[in-house]
């Protein structure tokens, strides 16, 4: 027996190293790449939404006069807080983050020399209005982290969509409340734009925007517009309506203006508006808030209350657009850069 010590230890060694041979083998290519995974990067470009993260918007604040820097979503999450009430329904919230991330990426192609130096966009109504996260805190108080939850909540559910008119991201005009109807892009901006058709949007009459009345005196009236009134009852007489069943052009004592032009030169809240006067005063009522242009915010929250998607209002107030990712128009930004 003590003669076969040496056989079954040489025996035992061989099957050891059997063992032990296939593991050390296999070891140096045990790795990702034996799993597949080491070239995952390599195949998988980035996607839109690492691709919308480390594209900056640079914001310039008005009040303070500098420019801030963030990340194209944190920016469209700055835009819905302050553009909409955080309580509108969700689908409502996604349809306003398609139509703010959608504005600033064609904003971002088409570069607008008309900003600050160093700036894409301001934080005003020219633009897209935009608060910061420490100013939202001090406008929404303690409930702060339950608003910006909504909002954020609705943006992540679009990151990296936008809206898309024959292969370009379209001009995604929205307003507060319309009369009823949204208007032709023509009949108030300078150019007709196909996606931007006058379409019915019965919901807003729940708007707290709805009607508003402003009274001017006669003398404030003659001064801003250029006309003298004199002892006339008759302001003026309506010569056409647009679209949307506003004022298209009116004729005050033989000079002409556009519903635009009163609109804007009196600081009205719509083109839809009547008038009187009561003795030196004038009495205007409007119905609608904005240019009425493209979306309605609230014609899409009462949409969004009757149960319709977010991809359902962008498609009533957008005519013939398409969503589709922002991969394509960030690279194209981004090679420009």
Same mark, same amino acid.
């Given at each position: 027996?003590?003669?076969?010590?040496?056989?079954?230890?040489?025996?035992?060694?061989?099957?050891?190293?059997?063992?032990?041979?296939?593991?050390?083998?296999?070891?140096?290519?045990?790795?990702?790449?034996?799993? %597949? +995974?080491?070239?995952?990067?390599?195949?998988? $470009?980035? @996607?839109?939404?690492?691709? #919308?993260? !480390?594209?900056?918007?640079? =914001?310039?604040?008005?009040?303070?006069?500098?420019?801030?820097?963030?990340?194209?979503?944190?920016?469209?999450?700055?835009?819905?807080?302050?553009?909409?009430?955080?309580?509108?329904?969700?689908?409502?919230?996604?349809?306003?983050?398609?139509?703010?991330?959608?504005?600033?990426?064609?904003?971002?192609?088409?570069?607008?020399?008309?900003?600050?130096?160093?700036?894409?966009?301001?934080?005003?109504?020219?633009?897209?209005?935009?608060?910061?996260?420490?100013?939202?805190?001090?406008?929404?108080?303690?409930?702060?982290?339950?608003?910006?939850?909504?909002?954020?909540?609705?943006?992540?559910?679009?990151? %990296? +969509?936008?809206?898309?008119?024959?292969?370009? $991201?379209? @001009?995604?005009?929205?307003? #507060?409340? !319309?009369?009823?109807?949204? =208007?032709?892009?023509?009949?108030?901006?300078?150019?007709?734009?196909?996606?931007?058709?006058?379409?019915?949007?019965?919901?807003?009459?729940?708007?707290?925007?709805?009607?508003?009345?402003?009274?001017?005196?006669?003398?404030?009236?003659?001064?801003?517009?250029?006309?003298?009134?004199?002892?006339?009852?008759?302001?003026?007489?309506?010569?056409?309506?647009?679209?949307?069943?506003?004022?298209?052009?009116?004729?005050?004592?033989?000079?002409?203006?556009?519903?635009?032009?009163?609109?804007?030169?009196?600081?009205?809240?719509?083109?839809?508006?009547?008038?009187?006067?009561?003795?030196?005063?004038?009495?205007?009522?409007?119905?609608?808030?904005?240019?009425?242009?493209?979306?309605?915010?609230?014609?899409?929250?009462?949409?969004?209350?009757?149960?319709?998607?977010?991809?359902?209002?962008?498609?009533?107030?957008?005519?013939?657009?398409?969503?589709?990712?922002?991969?394509?128009?960030?690279?194209?930004?981004?090679?420009?850069?």
């Amino acid at each position: 027996m003590k003669q076969l010590k040496p056989v079954l230890i040489i025996i035992s060694f061989i099957i050891a190293v059997s063992f032990v041979v296939p593991t050390l083998l296999v070891l140096p290519f045990s790795s990702d790449q034996a799993s %597949g +995974k080491l070239d995952e990067s390599k195949k998988n $470009p980035p @996607t839109e939404e690492k691709l #919308s993260e !480390s594209v900056e918007v640079a =914001v310039y604040r008005s009040n303070t006069e500098t420019i801030e820097k963030l990340p194209l979503e944190d920016y469209v999450v700055g835009v819905v807080a302050s553009e909409v009430p955080a309580e509108f329904e969700m689908e409502a919230l996604k349809a306003q983050a398609l139509a703010a991330r959608t504005y600033i990426v064609s904003h971002l192609m088409a570069k607008d020399e008309s900003v600050p130096k160093g700036a894409d966009v301001t934080d005003t109504i020219s633009h897209q209005v935009y608060k910061s996260k420490d100013e939202l805190k001090k406008l929404w108080g303690p409930d702060y982290d339950r608003k910006l939850e909504r909002i954020t909540k609705a943006v992540l559910e679009t990151q %990296g +969509k936008v809206l898309s008119y024959n292969g370009s $991201p379209i @001009t995604a005009s929205f307003f #507060s409340t !319309s009369n009823g109807y949204t =208007v032709n892009s023509e009949d108030y901006f300078p150019n007709e734009t196909p996606y931007l058709k006058s379409v019915e949007s019965p919901w807003d009459k729940d708007s707290p925007k709805f009607e508003e009345q402003k009274i001017v005196s006669v003398a404030e009236f003659e001064q801003k517009l250029g006309v003298e009134l004199g002892d006339k009852e008759s302001v003026g007489t309506i010569t056409s309506r647009t679209s949307g069943k506003r004022v298209g052009s009116i004729d005050i004592n033989g000079k002409e203006f556009t519903g635009r032009e009163i609109r804007e030169s009196l600081g009205l809240a719509s083109t839809d508006f009547t008038w009187y006067r009561k003795q030196d005063h004038i009495v205007i009522s409007t119905k609608g808030y904005g240019h009425g242009v493209g979306m309605s915010q609230y014609g899409a929250n009462g949409m969004a209350e009757e149960g319709k998607s977010f991809k359902e209002i962008v498609n009533h107030y957008y005519s013939g657009i398409d969503i589709v990712g922002t991969d394509k128009f960030l690279k194209q930004y981004t090679a420009k850069k």
